[in-house]
Nanobody, 119 residues
């Protein structure tokens, strides 16, 4: 059974930093493309950052230069380093992993972790 478990959320003041972690189990981590999404109250879930199997990253324009996604295949973990946090970064952050095999796609989600940035 595949599980993605996020941790590291919390309450922080504007300008502060947090590091989110997402630990994967039940699947070969090095075949997963990984991403972080977030969902603020009353808004749709949006992609924040992603990293491919080969380590290529991409970011939402709203977080470029402030957030860094990284993966540690030895630890089966993906991280999201969030610096210079703003109140508008407040949301539930979700870890996502996916891979394709034999023309089928498989997608997994974590349970989410709350990030609250106070002004």
């Amino acid at each position: 059974q595949v599980q993605l478990v996020e941790s590291g959320g919390g309450l922080v003041q504007a300008g502060g930093s947090l590091r989110l972690s997402c630990a994967a189990s039940g699947v070969r981590f090095n075949i997963l493309s990984m991403a972080w999404h977030r969902q603020a109250p009353g808004k749709q879930r949006e992609l924040v950052a992603a990293v491919t199997v080969g380590g290529i990253t991409n970011y939402a324009d709203s977080v470029k230069g402030r957030f860094t996604i990284s993966r540690d295949n030895a630890e089966n973990t993906v991280y999201l380093q969030m610096d210079s946090l703003k109140p508008e970064d407040t949301a539930v952050y979700y870890c996502n992993g996916k891979y394709s095999y034999a023309s089928r796609s498989y997608t997994y989600w974590g349970q989410g972790t709350q990030v609250t940035v106070s002004s």
